[in-house]
Nanobody, 119 residues
Framework: QVQLVESGGGLVQPGGSLRLSCAAS????????MGWYRQVPGKERELVAT??????NYADSVKGRFTISRDGPENTVYLQMNSLKPEDTAVYYC??????????????WGRGTQVTVSS
């Protein structure tokens, strides 16, 4: 089993910043890529940012404003969100790629943390 605990969401004014964290724990699996996705009611979940080794990938809508990073030994992934806009309002989910004995096993998802950008 793997547990993903997200934190750092909340209410922030436009132009403000938030830092999301997602800590993964569990002894059976190794973790390859980690990432953040977001979803608003009535829409599909969308990719925000991923990190695989030293390679990062961002949605066009957040490039230059969001930064993803990872603390490898702690299996923790962070999302620094700056210059937040009302359209960034969503539930943010952490996702990890789980590997077992060196082979891809499945994806793991966190429960989500709400980010609201409003004045």
């Amino acid at each position: 089993q793997v547990q993903l605990v997200e934190s750092g969401g909340g209410l922030v004014q436009p132009g403000g910043s938030l830092r999301l964290s997602c800590a993964a724990s569990g002894s059976s699996f190794s973790i390859n890529a980690m990432g953040w996705y977001r979803q608003v009611p009535g829409k599909e979940r969308e990719l925000v940012a991923t990190i695989r080794g030293a390679t990062t990938n961002y949605a066009d809508s957040v490039k230059g404003r969001f930064t993803i990073s990872r603390d490898g030994p702690e299996n923790t992934v962070y999302l620094q969100m700056n210059s937040l806009k009302p359209e960034d309002t969503a539930v943010y989910y952490c996702k990890v790629e789980l590997y077992l004995s060196g082979r891809y096993y499945r994806d793991g998802w966190g429960r989500g943390t709400q980010v609201t950008v409003s004045s």
